[in-house]
């Protein structure tokens, strides 16, 4: 029998390294999938743009990827963008509750875009606690109270460097309840 797959999807261009330590990290978290890299990227999402925002509205986005690959358990489309949903002034990521899609905006992951100097490094750290979060909520994990939980809601960058990159005990077992009923 055939692993499940989930896909990640570069939306629009990415500087190489961005995914780098990225299929690894996956793998370890969510065990019996496939990671797979697309081997084209989705393009980049100049419908999404909103003018009066100057940000890339994810929904658009999300719906496209949906369409992305239909043999993927999921997509995680990832972009190098700065993201918004209605009622929020930015995102990190969002996902489609126990749906195929999401999608991680690395744009506020970067140090630099807060003035700070480059650090790849933190950059990846960042990345994969976003990937894991948006991929969790996609086999259906709420969002968690234990502040070191990944699935902890991150609305600032100091929120997202004070978690893990691991579920808390209680939602790795319903993530592991998940992958085995998929």
């Known amino acids: 029998m055939k692993q499940p797959i989930i896909e990640i999807v570069p939306v629009g261009e990415l500087s190489p390294d961005s995914l780098q ?17 697309a081997s084209q990227e989705l393009g980049h999402p100049d419908y999404a743009f ?35 949903t209605p009622g929020l002034n930015f995102i990190f990521g969002q996902a489609q509750l126990n749906g195929q899609a999401t999608i991680i905006a690395l744009a506020r992951l970067h140090p630099e875009f807060w003035g700070q100097s480059p650090d790849p490094q ?16 996609t086999y259906g994990l709420q969002h968690c109270s234990d502040p070191r939980c990944v699935m902890y809601f991150s609305n600032t ?24 009923e998929v």
């Open 157 to 180: 960058l100091g929120e997202t460097d004070r978690k893990r990159d691991r579920f808390c005990s209680k939602h790795q077992a319903q993530l592991s309840r998940a992958l085995d």
């Open 21 to 37: 330590n990225l299929p690894l990290s996956l793998k370890e978290r969510f065990p019996g999938r496939e990671i797979k890299l």
């Open 122 to 137: 933190l950059l990846q750290e960042r990345t994969i606690k976003e990937a894991v979060h948006e991929l969790g909520h």
């Open 50 to 84: 909103s003018r009066t925002r100057k940000h890339y509205q994810s929904g658009p986005i999300l719906e496209k990827l949906t369409h992305f690959d239909p043999q993927a358990e999921r997509i995680l489309g990832v972009a190098d963008l700065d993201l918004f």
